[in-house]
T-cell receptor
Framework: AQSVTQLGSHVSVSEGALVLLRCNYSSSVPPYLFWYVQYPNQGLQLLLKYTTGATLVKGINGFEAEFKKSETSFHLTKPSAHMSDAAEYFCAVSDLMGYGGSQGNLIFGKGTKLSVKP | NAGVTQTPKFQVLKTGQSMTLQCAQDMNHEYMSWYRQDPGMGLRLIHYSVGAGITDQGEVPNGYNVSRSTTEDFPLRLLSAAPSQTSVYFC?????????????FGPGTRLTVL
């Protein structure tokens, strides 16, 4: 079975500091990996995804993530945090092995809330 | 395009009541799904559909029913609400339901069961 672990339920950074949100996955097949962001009282929005090809993936709002197979990781980074980045971030993997054979289902981590201090 | 829409935004039910959460998308997506979000639990899949007339269970289907009579709509029915169903519910859709697809989420329905 596939799974996702996000290290740290809360992360706090100062404005202008590096943002690093950690995600590790477990998968017996090459994974498809996603980062979604949820702003307060809103739905989820895709930040970036890795399917195949280049392991460094760039997303919206200056975020990027690197797929590292040897470390089974897909950490999300942003060089300089902005107040508007305060949100909850979810790492997810496509469920390529499970429920009814649909690969479109997502398995989510438990989320990391990012706070940005002025 | 409105994208994925959900109604209502908020709902309070008493234990044992039934209700339907509505979800619609205008992107002609084949795949639609329902997740529930609970604090510290992330999102968990309730039911999904790969096309009109086809539905299947996810990780936490008990107490919920779905049907998909059109491509656009995917309602979620609570048969007899329980306090354990207090949660935020999200509907999502994607083009074809393959693993590389981006899923588009609605704004959510916040449900409280007393």
């Amino acid at each position: 079975a596939q799974s996702v672990t996000q290290l740290g339920s809360h992360v706090s950074v100062s404005e202008g500091a590096l943002v690093l949100l950690r995600c590790n996955y477990s998968s017996s097949v090459p994974p498809y990996l996603f980062w979604y962001v949820q702003y307060p009282n809103q739905g989820l929005q895709l930040l970036l995804k890795y399917t195949t090809g280049a392991t460094l993936v760039k997303g919206i709002n200056g975020f990027e993530a690197e797929f590292k197979k040897s470390e089974t990781s897909f950490h999300l980074t942003k060089p300089s945090a902005h107040m508007s980045d305060a949100a909850e971030y979810f790492c997810a993997v496509s469920d390529l092995m499970g429920y009814g054979g649909s690969q479109g289902n997502l398995i989510f981590g438990k989320g990391t809330k990012l706070s940005v201090k002025p | 395009n409105a994208g994925v829409t959900q109604t209502p935004k908020f709902q309070v039910l008493k234990t044992g009541q039934s209700m339907t959460l509505q979800c619609a998308q205008d992107m002609n997506h084949e795949y639609m799904s329902w997740y529930r979000q609970d604090p510290g639990m992330g999102l968990r899949l309730i039911h999904y559909s790969v096309g009109a007339g086809i539905t299947d269970q996810g990780e936490v289907p008990n107490g919920y029913n779905v049907s998909r009579s059109t491509t656009e709509d995917f309602p979620l029915r609570l048969l007899s609400a329980a306090p354990s169903q207090t949660s935020v519910y999200f509907c999502a859709s994607s083009s074809s339901g393959v693993g590389t697809d981006t899923q588009y989420f609605g704004p959510g329905t916040r449900l409280t069961v007393l």
